[in-house]
């Protein structure tokens, strides 16, 4: 046996706040029913990918067909363009393009003409959207999409390309 041994109170906390994330300046803080939103939303795109590259079908499994659903398993360029898409969206909800801050007098002012030309480019986008639901009720129903026909290449070039890099390229500078 040790003479004297005492032994000495251990300190509990041994460093605070180590494990707190730090939330960055442009993260959106969500509360409520929008926080609710934002998981389900997250948990629906995880859900997607499990079932896509799984094969899950809800046709085959219900013998319920269901429009605007997609067929899994996915074609692989089908799959990346929701992916992208879901991606983006969560991205944009989660995080805000400018920092937030606490001032009252802040650098950080809306500029009118980058708001007015965000909302002026979300027209192409939303025309390119159209144009490719458009085609692809044309597809559903028979048209042959071979690109090979000058009506389609004006379609796909005039109707949705240029319209999509316009929004794309635009957004990019902005």
């Known amino acids: 046996m040790a003479e004297n041994s005492v032994e000495k109170p251990v300190e509990s906390i041994v460093a605070q706040g180590v494990d707190d994330e730090p939330i960055v300046a442009n993260a959106r803080l969500f509360q409520g029913r929008l926080a609710i939103v934002a998981s389900v939303m997250s948990a629906f795109y995880a859900a997607f990918h499990m079932a896509a590259l799984n094969g899950l079908s809800i046709g085959d499994l219900t013998g319920v067909t269901l429009p605007f659903l997609p067929r899994f398993p996915m074609e692989t360029w089908n799959f990346r363009i929701v992916h992208v898409a879901g991606a983006l969206l969560l991205g944009f909800m989660l995080f805000a393009s400018v920092r ?75």
């Open 100 to 174: 937030f801050t606490d001032k009252q007098d802040s650098d950080l002012r809306p500029n009118a003409v980058v708001r007015a030309a965000s909302w002026l480019l979300l027209l192409p986008a939303l025309f390119s959207v159209g144009a490719a639901t458009w085609f692809g009720t044309l597809i559903e129903g028979g048209v042959s999409w071979n690109g090979m026909d000058a009506t389609l290449q004006f379609r796909e070039t005039f109707l949705f390309g240029i319209p999509l890099m316009v929004a794309t390229v635009g957004a990019i500078l902005l």
